[in-house]
């Protein structure tokens, strides 16, 4: 690891196509294997074991990267080869994706899809959907409540298969969208019998480098005189 990816500022960092990361504290990361980021700090990017939740997720180079060294990866910008459930039985354009504790991708994971199966060496080349990190996906969803910030919704269609979006709160089985900041014409009843309707896209902030989780945001509603 060269002091190439220390020496880059946030600005260099965000337009990268090359993510710099250490492995999860006395863990080797295998070659092809699924990291996910933690957090961020003095130019490098710590990670953890895949624990199958929500979160920015890459995969290692070919060889394995061990305690106490660096890695980096590319960017979702193209298909990728990463290691893979040997248990798994899946063909081209089936989804896949991180699954808890495990540095493999598998078929009970999401976020994915398959390019190229799985060789004899369980190496199968991925694409994430959406074109990158789910960027540029697209969610429409019916508003069932609100607060000053959010709308809680529960999507009707989205662009990135017949897989639920990510985000989904596991208790309330809801999805949050932030809200435009602008003041909206609805009222919470109209809300809460499911009569308004919006679109969202899926957006990483440009002003936390310290936190770039990736959340919903309000494109665009409408209500019952304008659908």
Known sequence: M???IRNH???????????????PTNLTVPAYGVVKLSAFADGIFTTVKPDGAEGIYYVNGPVDTPL????????????QPVLFDPAADVSVGDA???VEDEWFMSDEGSGWRIFIEPNSDDIAFV???????SGGSIMWYRIDDCDADSYYVTPTEWTGGCTDPPGKN????LWTVRKLPCESPWTVDQMAAGEVHGVAGYAYPLDR??????????????GPMDC
Do not use: Q
């Not at 890695?71 to 979702?76: A, E, F, T």
């Open 68 to 79: 106490n060294a660096y890695s980096s990866s590319i960017m979702w910008i193209r298909a």
């Open 127 to 133: 694409l994430k959907e959406g074109g990158g990190d």
């Open 9 to 23: 500022d946030h600005h260099d960092l965000g337009l990268a196509e090359i993510v710099g990361w250490k492995p």
């Open 170 to 173: 596991s208790y309330t089985g």
């Open 96 to 98: 896949c994706g991180p």
């Open 2 to 4: 060269t002091d190439r």
């Open 209 to 222: 480098y310290d936190d770039c989780t990736p959340f919903w945001k309000e494109i665009s509603s409408c």
